[in-house]
């Protein structure tokens, strides 16, 4: 589940651009050696490898009248796959292909041409070569072509980063650009912060009309970072991975852990209603009653709804194959946030009641 929706794209690129549009990588290249920030690596636009250049004579050509198909023909045997025919039977066609042999070039420049009068001449004659380097990659987006540094550290300060390469790009003349997991993650925990409050804000709205009571619904809600709390502490010591089916986990423990202080205060509500606490002059005492007989009133089902959650799952922890592998994370999460989270939760929605309520 991990590995399938994996992002392999670097933590952060920054792609450069020449501002007057050259394609020249060389002149990209040499101003990106001079890049102070530490961390970088080439990326794939950047990267060359070596090249061996052939340059022919047309001037030799013409005077010992040699062909320049010939020569081009010649130079394809040498160093590539040359076609010699198609075999073609019931619509299927199979290329026959004259393979060449590892010689080293000189040797291989030895190979003859015919020229005037059917005169063989050697390939070297009128072939001469070099070495050279050229882009192994040809990296581009919509805007065009482009050469990038990439960053593979998670720990990079993105920001930072950023500002030192904007500053070098305008120092140099390069137009530059950036992409990867850094904006992906931003984007990813904005779009979490926005649901999450959303959805509490929903939760408090629900709970306020239920208790009707602006105070209350917020004992309900700060519960919920002890079950987080929980959870990431198992996560932890299991040595387990915040993937998605860990996020499912945290989606369960939120869901389970608020039943108990909302069923808590509510019984603890309806108990003041019945021992008249709005009209009696011992509000202190009322209270304090009605907390301690809803905490024994509620003890019972709240233990039992996270144990029966928490067993029914710890079988797979000690099952083996890739199902159980992938729902352990998830196992972790929902087993330390319920146990941790359960077990502090009966005594802070109390207490938290007793404060909120005496004032």
């Given at each position: 589940f991990t590995q399938l929706f994996e992002n392999k794209a670097p933590f952060l690129e920054a792609r450069f651009k020449r501002i007057d549009?050259?394609?020249?990588?060389?002149?990209?290249d040499k101003s990106i050696e001079t890049l102070s920030v530490e961390g970088w690596t080439k990326g794939l636009g950047l990267i060359t490898e070596q090249n061996v250049e052939m340059m022919i004579d047309i001037e030799k050509l013409a005077v010992y009248n040699v062909?320049?198909?010939d020569i081009l023909a010649q130079l394809e045997r040498l160093f590539g796959n040359f076609k010699i025919t198609e075999l073609k039977r019931f619509g299927r066609v199979s290329e026959v292909q004259f393979s060449t042999s590892k010689l080293d070039i000189d040797k291989k420049l030895s190979a003859l041409v015919p020229g005037r009068d059917q005169v063989m001449y050697p390939l070297s004659a009128f072939v001469s070569y070099a070495y050279g380097k050229e882009?192994?990659?040809?990296?581009a987006d919509k805007s065009g072509v482009y050469q990038s540094v990439v960053f593979e550290e998670a720990d990079t300060d993105g920001a930072k980063v950023i500002d030192e390469?904007?500053?070098?790009?305008?120092?140099?003349a390069l137009g530059v650009s950036y992409s990867g997991r850094y904006f992906d993650s931003k984007q990813m925990a904005n779009d979490m912060l926005v649901i999450f409050l959303i959805s509490i804000t929903l939760l408090y709205l629900i709970l306020a009309i239920q208790f009707e009571n602006l105070i209350h619904p917020l004992v309900v809600i700060f519960t919920m970072p002890l079950g987080i709390a929980g959870a990431m502490v198992a996560l932890y010591f299991s040595g387990g991975s915040l993937d998605i089916m860990a996020a499912i986990g945290f989606i369960v423990v939120l869901g389970i852990i608020v039943d108990d202080p909302i069923l808590k205060v509510e019984t603890i509500n309806q108990l003041l209603k019945k021992y008249g606490y709005a009209e009696s002059s011992d509000k202190k005492g009322i209270l304090l009653k009605a907390i301690i007989e809803a905490g024994e009133i509620c003890l019972k089902p709240v233990l039992l709804t996270s144990l029966t959650t928490m067993l029914a799952l710890i079988p797979i922890l000690f099952l083996g194959g890739i199902g159980s592998d992938l729902q352990k994370p998830m196992v972790w999460v929902v087993v330390g946030g319920l146990s941790i989270g359960t077990f502090f939760t009966l005594w802070f929605v109390p207490l938290a009641?007793?404060?909120?309520?005496k004032k």
């Open positions: 549009n050259s394609r020249d990588p060389d002149l990209i062909s320049s198909a882009p192994k990659f040809i990296t390469i904007s500053a070098f790009a305008h120092a140099n009641y007793w404060l909120v309520t």
